[in-house]
């Protein structure tokens, strides 16, 4: 089903884990993780790396067993055609949820920081047909997308030496003030900006000689890693913890410091510049949902990719408040830890009885 | 007794012709006597050529003694002459410059000899792909001159030329040329699977061909290069790339090919290999420049005018304290008549065009500048954008970059830098989705392949190109080894 054509190299791999994991999370991720590590909460970004390391590696070990190499084959393999086929669906809407938490934080922003009266079905009417273009043919422009979406933003990654002049070393001392249990709770905040990976359980047939992508994957996870660690360290330097309470976005905070002789407030050209690192998440997380949705019900991805769209649209637009991007923000985060660290290890296992029973019985 | 029912047949037949014939213009029949029978020679004015009529044809029926048109066909020295029973077939060849000779009485009747009249064109420089250094030579219309400018250069048995025919009026000879071994078959095959598919009656020139056998014919970019460089296709084709001669155009496409090499002038190649690297990013820099830098303006004056740095503010505001329009109403308004300069000037001769381009630049700018229409600044703005598209030195990628300025403009005014973005965004997947002959069209940047960089966004020296570009997945992918390697 899946020609040689469809595959994309494992090197890409990279690229669609670090384009999946980061996203909108940058902007504002230092304000919520620190709420129990407080200063040391750089070091839960590390630990929640690690365990996100852990879940690609089961993930790996998993889908290898299976000729279709997918979730929705392996929801149905280990629980029949009924139950399987609900988990998928439900996989799917976990999917849906993600691609809305990013869009709507999108658009939350550009409501506060550039355009206060612009009209959310406008905006959105404008981006989801460019999302429809993505992934209603081919899984090579989703990657394509995912890789630009990699490169071109990274060059914004040097506007993190602005605020290094004012850097405060003593905000981050001393390390290790809080104790394991501590840092380890804010790691599961952190968790929210890893959570993309589970796009992985969807693209994995794609990938040629996917066994092997592995070390792509966990790369990318490292590439994903360094990113928030990088961000992470610089704002602790430059906020001490007061002042990092009151900001809601730190990173853009960073941002209304720099001024280039071409350019005052680099925040206008900064949000815009995100755009290209928020389109992947959203594409590859829709494109995922379709997919499964497709791989399910055999109605046809364009179809599929439409319904998710649609779906996408009338959740976006529905949410009209603050609170309300707040609560997906948290559910999201919720469901992510629970899917990730709970259902897929649960997954893992019962596959593994699964087989082992097949085996005999056969 | 047989025969000489034939020979009525035929005599009918004859006068059946040369009465059809009559009505046509510019019809010559010549009736000479000979021995015993007579001769008639018959041709069209228009279609054959005097010289060769009075010098090889006309001589040799009258001075040389023979029986019959078999024994004559021995005496002519023109090639692929025919001998031909069946009047039908003579009118046809008729308007392809054949002459006829029928001699009565003698079987086979007629002898078609072919002296079209060649209206050709010399070959001359290039024009639009004019370069100050290299080779001097351009394609002209006729395409087996061109075939023969391109084989010049590339004098070995592995050539291979496919000949075709398309549409269904004008039947034009179309040629698809790869070198065997180094080209993949597969993109040939797609190229000649395509031009065979080609549905359309009337194929003048080669854009005809390239719209037709596009990958995707909604697409404002061009997907086959087109170029008049003879020397540019002999180079290609050792890239192992594929390309398609028309009959009657100047312009031969080439194909797979990538949006990088739009911007890469073959004149790149006769240069030292940093000054054409430097010069090939000021090019590339030059059309982002020349995309971007109207919308932006729109964009900031808009919506974000909190981004122009202080120092910069009252320069700005000075200039367009006394313009009375919205800064999309004035962008719009100088880009269309920068356009309008341009199609003028293009539409015009050369000396009028001349003129054009002063009335238009000097008089009309500093006068609406003056008039307080427009501020200067935009001038400036507009005519560094028209600058920076007439540095592509594809002609119909110049004009993709002239057209997508214009929606971006409006995005840029309705939702500032962000609507920038989103539109520059579906510009970036249009892309990613478009193919050359079935292959990506973003490589090497997508998909990524660092061995393609050493000649796209750069050119590195011809000894470190060991490799072809992968992109047009060559047959063999080394490039032969140096001449002591075999030793």
Redesign the interface.
Known sequence: MITLKDK??S?FVFFLITAAQIGIGVLGFQRIISEYAGHDAWMSIIVAALAISGVIWLMYRMLGHHEEGDIIGIHRFTFGKWLGGLLSVLFAAYLVLLATVVLRTYVEI?QVW??PH?NVWA?LL??LP?VY??IS??F??V???C??GVVYPSFLLLTLFFPLKYAEPTNIMPVMDHSMIEIIQSSSLAILEFMGVSALLVFYPFIRDAAKSQKFAQLGNGATMLVYLAICIVSYLYYNQQELTDVIWATLGFWKII???????FE??G???L??SI?PNIALFTWASARTLDRTFHAGHKKMALLVITILFLVCVGMTDRMGVNIINDVAGKMGLVVLFVYVPLLFLLNVVRRKVKKNGS | MNRNMEQKKIKRDFEKLITELKKKDGFIHQQVKHNDSTIHVGYLKTSVDPEKLQKYVLPRIQDYVYNDLTELENHMPIAKTELQNDASKVQEKLVNGFLFIHMEGSSPAFLLIPIPLDEKRQVSVPEVEFSVVGPKEAFVEDIDTNLNLVRKRLAIPELQIEKLQVGTVTKTAVAVVSIKGIADEENVNTAVQRINDVDIDQVIDSSFVQETIADNKNSPFPQLLDTERPDRIASILVEGKVAIFVDGSPHVLLGPTTLIEFFSAFEDYFLNWMVASAFRLIRLIAVFFSILITPMYVAVLTHHFEIVPNEMMPTLVSSREQVPFPPIMEAIILELAIELLREAGAKLPTKVGQTIGIVGGIVIGTASVEAGLTSNVLLIVVGIAALGSFTTPVYKMSNTIRLIRFPLIIVAHVYGLLGLTIFIAYIMVHLLRLTSLGRPFMEPIFPFRLKDFKDALIRLPFDKQHKRPYAVRPSKVTRPPAKDEGK
């Open positions: 994309v190299s090197f550009i550039m355009f612009i905006l404008l981006i460019l273009y993505i043919v081919e090579r422009t990657v394509g997308v890789f630009l001024e280039l002789p071409f350019m005052a407030r206008y050209f949000i815009s510049t755009f290209f389109l």
